[in-house]
């Protein structure tokens, strides 16, 4: 990837304005896909004069937004913007001749756009315009930002976090209910980071309810449940769709048919063979950038995605919640799966969130 590692500017403001950027970008979070989360504020004389961001593919980048709140005022003011501006006509013209057009004098620029479309040009028209650019300000927290989106830029596949709960002494929840293995806000809030959330249908079939993001006006991820070789599809019919939410059904050949049988109305897309990669690829070709598997209890479901996933490098992320309960019961039934994964976590990025809740403990492959 484009990286330059050092920044040119290690300013203060700079590192305060950008992360205000970064904060603006969020407000789309879940909603920007394909397309990454950029936000961009507008500064003159110290002061703010103009902030947007990009809420959506196909609507204006953030840059369009900030200018048009600033008017004027942005002529000799500095653009910071969390992703290089771009300089090709996409779904929308090049920001790059709107901060031109605009007369800014300078432009801060968080990290450069990995797209091979822009990949710099972003930044070497506005330099050959006579504006003064820096970038690589606070760029890990706006490669962060956008790590799913990165991902998918440089390999071509969504960005894949694996999620489950254990107990303080390591048993993989399986036995202890869905209000056990979902406590914590973290997982609303997780939710809504993800373009798509797999599920098996065991997972869900205890309380016949698809988990959603409770975050107020939060963007829902796509539910996908996955189905093959399953006895009774007809529990699939007795889940509690709500016309809001979004939710298909991977089904093997058999089971579509028996699921059709049951018309349940929800959407199916059939596959010879449901495997890791044809999920991504699926994923993918709908323009996802990040796809969250939910184990909650059923690994088993699961287990064949994470062997295929862990020798092809197709695994990214495990969010892994420690819960506060004791498991009098034998530990021993850890899957192996996990236990593989869990070689391969990079320990110096663990990062753990504390609530009153629980430990989540966040990890990269
Ligand atoms: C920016 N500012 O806010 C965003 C950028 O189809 P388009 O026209 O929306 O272009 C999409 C590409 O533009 C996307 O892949 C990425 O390279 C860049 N996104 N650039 O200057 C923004 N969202
Ligand atoms: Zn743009």
Sequence with gaps: GVTCGVAQQEDTDDGFYMRRCVELARTAIGCTSPNPMVGCVIVKDGKVVGEGFHPKAGQPHAEVFALRDAGDLAENATAYVSLEPCNHYGRTPPCSEALIKAKVKRVVVGMVDPNPIVASRGL????????????CVEEELCRRLNEAYIHRMLTGNPFVTIRYSISVNGRFLDQLGEGAATSGGYYSQLLQEYDAVILSPS??????SIPASKEAGANQPLRIIIARNISSPIKISAL?????DKLIVFADKETSVELERAQTGIETVVFDQISLNAILEYCNSQGMCSVLFDLKGNVSDFEEFLQD????NLLQKI???VLPLWDENDVRNFPVALKDLGKRLKVEYLQPKISNESVVLEGYL
């Design 124 to 135: 070497d028209r506005l330099r050959d315009a006579g504006i003064d650019v820096a970038t």
């Design 203 to 208: 997972s869900i079939m205890e309380n016949v």
């Design 240 to 244: 509690t769709v709500e016309p809001t």
């Design 309 to 312: 996933g862990i020798e092809q």
């Design 319 to 321: 969010v892994v919640e």
